[in-house]
């Protein structure tokens, strides 16, 4: 789906998680205090991050394995880019911006307007 940016935002992670099926995870702090819920602070050997809750099994209560491969990479975005989303979990939409580069990442949906 097509969509317009309403909102500026630059990423508070440039380092961002890249996970692949199987690595171990120490599980930190959930998000339901955020405005975001089902994501879940996270830490491997040599970075931390947020990670959506459906590709996390927990084998205790700090440590899980990752279910799904996973990309943590949060979009810069500018107020009218174009924004193509392949979809959307836990308020976040994966997807890239239409300026010819393709270059994937997460943007938040109050950032977002469909286009009619």
């Known amino acids: 789906m097509r969509y317009t940016l309403i909102q500026e935002r630059k990423t508070d992670y440039p380092n961002p ?8 995870v120490i599980i930190g702090i959930n998000s339901n205090c955020t405005p975001w819920e089902n994501w879940i602070k996270c ?3 040599s970075n ?3 990670i959506p809750i459906q ?13 799904k491969d996973y990309d943590a990479t949060e979009l ?15 308020g976040w939409h994966w997807g890239f911006i239409e300026n010819g580069e393709r270059k994937y990442g997460w ?8 286009e009619t």
Do not use: Q
């Not at 810069?76 to 836990?90: A, G, R």
């Not at 943007?107 to 469909?114: D, F, K, N, T």
């Open 48 to 50: 931390e991050g947020w």
């Open 55 to 67: 590709i996390i099994e927990k084998i205790t209560e700090k440590r899980g394995v990752i279910i």
């Open 43 to 45: 830490k491997t050997k």
């Open 107 to 114: 943007v938040p949906g109050e950032c977002i307007h469909l």
């Open 17 to 24: 998680l890249k996970l692949k099926t199987g690595e171990n």
């Open 76 to 90: 810069e975005i500018k107020v009218n880019d174009i924004f193509e989303s392949e979809y959307e979990l836990n």
